[in-house]
């Protein structure tokens, strides 16, 4: 009996610790997961179309070497659905998406329906691929991205986008670049 109620006391006690400390640890990465899309330039890529993810892998590694303050990485979703979830969400602003799946999402074609509309923006074209972004995606960024993988156009085989595919707008920044705008950069705060 005095065995049962040690066990029974014991298990209250770690339950009674464990509960408040288990929520604080679960809820961590998630308070911190802001910041982190704050400080690193994400290119969504999806585990479904092999093709994309290279391309968005050999994106990434110009982006680095160009913009290196952008700490550019590739995140891979599992599926295409999944990319279309988080860039409706604006949990990514950035995706490559072959020509087909860009419009399927852009016009909520199947298996897009219930992210329509969703609104993107061309900033790169390779005749195949884009590099779309959410219209929340600052000018500068966009300006300061295409920069970035122009200076390496002949490699990557990239092209002037002359208008948005499928309906979708040139991203401002992109347009302001190909048009040999200067925009003003925010100061750093």
Not at 114 to 140: C, M, T, W
């Amino acid at each position: 009996m005095q065995r049962r109620r040690f066990i029974a006391g014991l298990i209250a006690l770690t339950a009674g610790f464990a509960g408040p400390f288990s929520r604080a640890v679960a809820h961590t990465p998630y308070r911190f997961w802001d910041v982190f899309r704050k400080e690193n330039l994400q290119v969504l890529t999806s585990h479904e179309d092999y093709t994309g993810d290279d391309l968005g892998e050999e994106w990434v590694v110009s982006l680095r070497k160009n913009l290196p303050l952008s700490r550019a990485m590739v995140s891979r979703a599992l599926n295409m659905t999944r990319v279309g979830s988080l860039l409706k969400t604006n949990q990514s602003i950035l995706a490559v998406l072959s020509y087909k799946h860009a419009r399927l999402m852009f016009t909520g074609g199947p298996p897009f329906e219930q992210f329509s509309p969703l609104h993107l923006e061309v900033l790169i074209d390779n005749g195949k691929y884009l590099l779309v972004a959410r219209p929340s995606l600052p000018l500068h960024h966009g300006f300061m991205i295409t920069e970035a993988l122009m200076k390496d156009a002949e490699k990557l085989q990239l092209v002037k986008p002359v208008k948005g595919k499928f309906g979708m707008a040139i991203h401002a920044g992109s347009k302001a670049f190909f048009n040999g705008e200067k925009i003003k950069m925010p100061k750093e705060q």
